[in-house]
Nanobody, 120 residues
Framework: QLQLVESGGGSVQAGGSLRLSCAAS????????MGWFRQAPGKERERVAD???????HYADSVKGRFTISQDNGKNTVSLQMNTLKPEDTAMYYC??????????????WGQGTQVTVSS
């Protein structure tokens, strides 16, 4: 089983920055990618960013140029640097791990989520 624990959420004013981190632990699991999803109240969960073990990344159009996903060399921590935050970025952010399918990370494991709130 794989456990994912997020940290780094919080409240910030528009234009500010936050950095989310996710630590993976466990054994007996199969995963070659990690990523982040988010869900705002009343909206569907959406993919934010993925990173594969080969370092390739994918971003939602809404965050390109503002968010950066990275992974440590040991492949057990993934971070999401979020800059120039907007009120529409307000959501619960979930860390995921899974298997790459055509450059996207199909999640098989989910963290509990961390709240990001951006005020105008």
């Amino acid at each position: 089983q794989l456990q994912l624990v997020e940290s780094g959420g919080g409240s910030v004013q528009a234009g500010g920055s936050l950095r989310l981190s996710c630590a993976a632990s466990g054994y007996g699991y199969s995963s070659n990618c990690m990523g982040w999803f988010r869900q705002a109240p009343g909206k569907e969960r959406e993919r934010v960013a993925d990173i594969n073990n080969d370092g390739s990344t994918h971003y939602a159009d809404s965050v390109k140029g503002r968010f950066t996903i990275s992974q440590d060399n040991g492949k057990n921590t993934v971070s999401l640097q979020m800059n120039t935050l907007k009120p529409e970025d307000t959501a619960m952010y979930y860390c995921t791990a899974g298997i790459s399918v055509e450059d996207l990370c199909a999640p098989g494991y989910w963290g509990q989520g961390t709240q990001v709130t951006v005020s105008s």
